[in-house]
């Protein structure tokens, strides 16, 4: 059974940094492209970031370009993301994902970790 986990969630102050890391257990990402999606209270999940599964391309939503950075290490079965001079508008439940190969689809999810911005 696949699972995957996140970590590293909490309260932030505007203008600080976090990261959040994932861990995939019941299955390699070797192979998969990863990504980091974020849910806000009434809003739809929109993926922000995604690393394709050699790690050399990596992919951000406008918003967080130059402040979010997507990592992984395969022999760790893990990824990163860096989330540097944090805003309000980033308060949002983020989630960890495998994709199925270098696709949009498939993969896994995991339940997500709170990031919670104070002004």
């Known amino acids: 059974q696949v699972h995957v986990m996140e970590s590293g969630g909490g309260l932030v102050q505007a203008g600080g940094s976090l990261t959040l890391s994932c861990v995939v257990s019941?299955?390699?990402?070797?192979?998969?492209?990863m990504g980091w999606y974020r849910q806000a209270t009434g809003r739809m999940r929109e993926l922000v970031a995604r690393?394709?599964?050699?790690?050399?391309?990596?992919t951000y939503e406008d918003s967080v370009k130059g402040r979010f950075t997507i990592s992984r290490d395969d022999l760790k079965n893990m990824v990163y993301l860096q989330i540097n001079n944090l805003n309000y508008e980033d308060t949002a439940v983020y989630y960890c994902?495998?994709?199925?190969?270098?696709?949009?689809?498939?993969?896994?999810w995991g339940q997500g970790t709170q990031v919670t911005v104070s002004s």
């Open positions: 019941g299955s390699i990402i070797r192979g998969n492209a």
């Open positions: 994902r495998s994709f199925d190969g270098d696709s949009l689809s498939g993969g896994y």
């Open positions: 690393i394709s599964p050699d790690g050399r391309t990596s």
